[in-house]
């Protein structure tokens, strides 16, 4: 049985850094996008970063972008997100995906599988 298992979630200071992590099994994703979406109280899922392990393709929201980076290490079958330079805006849920479609996909319906979340919270 395929399956997702986030970690590495915790309380950081503003402009601290957190890295996450997210280790599959169960199944190959070799070919599938990794995702990581976050969803903070009262407000949609929203798409933040994906990898492709195949290629190392990857797609950031713009609001992110050059703070936080995703990576992967197949062998490890785990991908991680290491998030700097931290905002109060960033505490979240945060959840690893994996997408099988041929393409980047911000969409979280596209993902499949999901992991349980791990909770990141930045205080100001």
């Known amino acids: 049985q395929a399956q997702l298992v986030e970690s590495g979630g915790g309380l950081v200071q503003a402009g601290g850094s957190l890295r996450l992590s997210c280790t599959a099994s169960g199944r190959s994703f070799r070919n599938y996008f990794m995702g990581w979406f976050r969803q903070a109280p009262g407000k949609e899922r929203e798409f933040v970063a994906t990898?492709?392990?195949?290629?190392?393709?990857?797609y950031y929201a713009d609001s992110v972008k050059g703070r936080f980076t995703i990576s992967g290490d197949y062998a490890k079958n785990t991908v991680y997100l290491q998030m700097n330079s931290l905002k109060p805006e960033d505490t979240a849920v945060y959840y690893c995906?994996?997408?099988?479609?041929?393409?980047?996909?911000?969409?979280?319906?596209?993902?499949?599988?999901w992991g349980q979340g791990t909770q990141v919270t930045v205080s100001s």
């Open positions: 995906a994996a997408s099988g479609v041929a393409g980047i996909s911000p969409t979280r319906h596209e993902y499949n599988y």
């Open positions: 990898i492709r392990w195949s290629g190392g393709i990857t």
